[in-house]
């Protein structure tokens, strides 16, 4: 049985910054790849960024500049550093990770961007 847990949400002003963490555990072979979606009150889960086993990664362009995904295999965890943000951020962020081939997610994780 494996296991996604995000951690780091929370209320932050415009221009701030937070970390995201998100741990996998349980009974797991391999992590392929690993990212983070949102989504906003009544609009679809959208990607915000994801990061492949070798360290590849790829961010949707609203947040390009402002946002960096990493992993440390050795403890199965993503993160999202999330700098200068802007009340549009404001979203559930949810953690993905394709583990030995099956898609899994966490229950996400509340960001809210207001002064």
């Known amino acids: 049985q494996v296991r996604i847990v995000e951690s780091g949400g929370g209320l932050v002003q415009p221009g701030g910054s937070l970390r995201l963490s998100c741990a996998a555990s349980g009974s797991i072979f391999k992590i392929y790849n690993m990212g983070w979606y949102r989504q906003a009150p009544e609009k679809r889960r959208e990607l915000v960024a994801q990061?492949?086993?070798?360290?590849?990664?790829n961010y949707a362009d609203s947040v390009k500049g402002r946002f960096a995904i990493s992993r440390d295999n050795a403890k199965n965890t993503v993160y999202l550093q999330m700098n200068s943000l802007k009340p549009e951020d404001t979203a559930v962020y949810y953690c993905?990770?394709?583990?030995?081939?099956?898609?899994?997610w966490g229950q996400g994780t509340q960001v809210t961007v207001s002064s």
């Open positions: 990061i492949t086993g070798g360290g590849s990664t």
């Open positions: 993905n990770a394709v583990i030995d081939l099956y898609d899994y």
